[in-house]
């Protein structure tokens, strides 16, 4: 008969032993499942970025998604002066690897945004932006620029697309947000997503952005109308999160510098 003292620690190293097992088995299909998840979110992501640009079929499979945005130009944008720079300055080699949002909590790539002036909520900008342009024949049809800034619950992470003259949006989608389903969780909802399509940024001199969320829908014959889009039902603060996060990523510490250029053909 085993002693009491040779069972306890029989029963542990059996549970050691077990213990560490399971840890090498949990450990190597993490490893191993690593590249399919990769995979799935470079997927989503260019999903995505389709989607605001009104190119995304319905059912598209992965090898369609991936034609379609292998049209696209993928470029690293320096937001202060509007121009483009390399891979190489922001440490990468494929501008695809490049994170703006990683580097936004990076002192040395990004820049503090005064509480007086961070319409968007996100406290700290990226000095360098990731955005896809879409030519054809030589000229601009599409620029997708990423976008972020809070809402209610969480921050919206998402694309805003404009046609070739850099003002007319061509779609708005999110891809990460955590905001309430129904409420302002609707900025998922397809049919609120298509009343962006068409809406002027800028106004006539095209130096501030003017989009606006109107409470209570916007009517057939208000003011500045191409400006406008309905607010969510039952989610003010969500609708004026989304209106101050567009405004501020057009505006001149987002986008604005670069879109001026591009209209004038100096990028």
Sequence with gaps: MAKPKETVSRTLMVALVLSIAFSVVVSTAAVMLR?????????DIRSNILAAAGMLEPGASAEEI???FSRFDVRLLDLDSGEYVEPQDVGVQDPMKYDMYKAASDPAM???IPASEDKAGIKR???????FTLTENGELVRVVLPVHGYGLWSTLYGFVSLEGDANTIEGLGFYDHAETPGLGGEVDNPRWK???????????QLDEPQIRLVKGGV???AADKEHKVDALSGATLTSRGVEQLVNYWMGDRGYET???????GEV
């Design 35 to 43: 590249p399919a998840q990769v995979k799935n979110q470079n997927l």
């Design 219 to 221: 009517s057939a014959d």
């Design 194 to 204: 298509k009343q962006w399509v068409g809406k002027e940024v800028y106004g006539e």
């Design 125 to 131: 900008r990226p000095n360098v932006a990731k955005i």
């Design 110 to 112: 990004s820049t503090d």
């Design 258 to 264: 670069y879109l001026k250029k591009l209209r004038q």
């Design 66 to 68: 991936e034609e379609a």
